[in-house]
């Protein structure tokens, strides 16, 4: 993840450290849903990213690519209503392939750990879909719907597949198991090639794209291919 346009990260990451405050206004559906006021200071949250950053990376640099959405994520998880995102919806981030995406949402769920921030479990689309062709039935879903997670590699997993007697299609049936949770006590996030309007994920049918549209915060990261050759 390194860049010839190599900033520092304090001078990067404009975030203010506003922290969610009790009476801040939210869709009435998320009213039982909760962000705590993060116990550290923002001089400190980017000092343990940075280490989190460099030791997952070691070449690791915010730079002119990343530094837009490693600002947002910072300020999200943060819960700092500076940042420009709703603080009761999910992440969805993406960007052309090769651009870092699933690296740094492992950084930042490293970093919500060491910083005790809201973290999330994470899983690839490849493996829900083993997980469905695996379950028994539909409740077996119910595992994705207590806990944070982050879905990774969203529309690269196979389209459709036959199970429980019929053709389905595992995001949609994933959409379906997380939703009413979303709404609750739980978070969600996902890394794509694509964002979620895009014709290339337009093979889910119209309730899924509108779940997603009520879920996500839609974050790019753009940029070049970072894989090492």
């Known amino acids: ?3 010839t346009n190599v900033i520092h990260i304090n001078d990067a990451i404009k975030v203010t450290g506003k922290a969610i405050t009790r009476k801040m206004e939210r869709p009435v559906y998320f009213q039982t849903k909760q962000r ?3 116990s550290i200071g923002i001089a400190e949250a980017k000092k343990i990213l940075w280490n989190v ?18 600002t947002r994520l910072l300020g999200w998880f943060m819960a700092d209503e500076s940042c420009g995102l709703d603080l009761f919806k999910g992440i969805w981030l993406h960007g052309p392939r090769g651009t870092g995406k699933t690296d740094l949402m492992e950084i930042f769920r490293r970093f919500t750990v060491k910083a005790g921030l809201l973290s999330f479990r994470a899983i690839k689309s490849k493996d829900i879909v083993n997980h469905i062709e695996t379950s028994e039935s539909l409740y077996d879903m119910v595992k994705f719907s207590v806990e944070n997670y982050l879905f990774d590699d969203i529309g690269r997993e196979i389209p ?27 978070f969600y996030f996902v890394t794509s090639n694509f964002p979620p309007d895009h014709p290339r994920v337009r093979i889910w049918d119209d309730r ?14 753009p940029g070049p291919n970072r894989r090492k050759k």
Do not use: W
């Not at 429980?164 to 709404?183: F, M, R």
């Open 1 to 3: 993840m390194s860049s």
């Open 36 to 38: 705590k006021v993060p």
């Open 53 to 70: 950053a460099t030791e997952y990376i070691n070449d690791f640099n915010v730079d002119v690519y990343n530094k837009e959405a490693i």
């Open 160 to 186: 459709k597949l036959q199970k429980y007697g019929n053709t389905i299609c595992p995001v949609e049936v994933l959409a379906d198991a997380i939703y009413e949770a979303n709404k609750t006590r739980t």
């Open 208 to 221: 899924t794209h509108e779940i997603f549209a009520d879920m996500f915060n839609v974050v790019e990261l």
